[in-house]
């Protein structure tokens, strides 16, 4: 069945870097769309960023939220079935539980927290 498996969260001060990872199982990535979204205490879940046919190089297509576009970056490794979101110069507003989605399906989520 479907399964999506989040990671990589964790504390980092403002600035930092983390990079998430989403192990998917069950359906290849790379034939479909996937999805980070995020939802911080008290706000509805957004969509953060997208990625069509990740893993095929050219034949990928990404989509950013206005507030992190040129700091995250959305990306796919098909031979390992996984999708990643490099989070670079991060932001307190950036704190959330943040979700990877496909096919209808969420992951558990995993906590970033940006604090000094």
């Known amino acids: 069945q479907v399964q999506l498996v989040e990671s990589g969260g964790g504390l980092v001060q403002p600035g930092g870097s983390l990079r998430l990872s989403c192990a998917a199982s069950?359906?290849?990535?790379?034939?479909?769309?996937m999805r980070w979204y995020r939802q911080a205490p008290g706000k509805e879940r957004e969509l953060v960023a997208g990625?069509?046919?990740?893993?095929?190089?050219?034949?990928?297509?990404?989509v950013y939220v206005d507030s992190v576009k040129g700091r995250f970056t959305i990306s796919g490794d098909s031979s390992k079935n996984t999708i990643y979101l490099q989070m670079n110069n991060l932001k307190p507003e950036d704190t959330a539980v943040y979700y990877c989605?496909?096919?209808?399906?969420w992951g558990q989520g995993t906590q970033v927290t940006v604090s000094s």
């Open positions: 989605s496909a096919l209808s399906r």
């Open positions: 069950g359906f290849t990535i790379s034939t479909f769309s």
């Open positions: 990625i069509d046919n990740p893993g095929r190089g050219a034949g990928e297509k990404r």
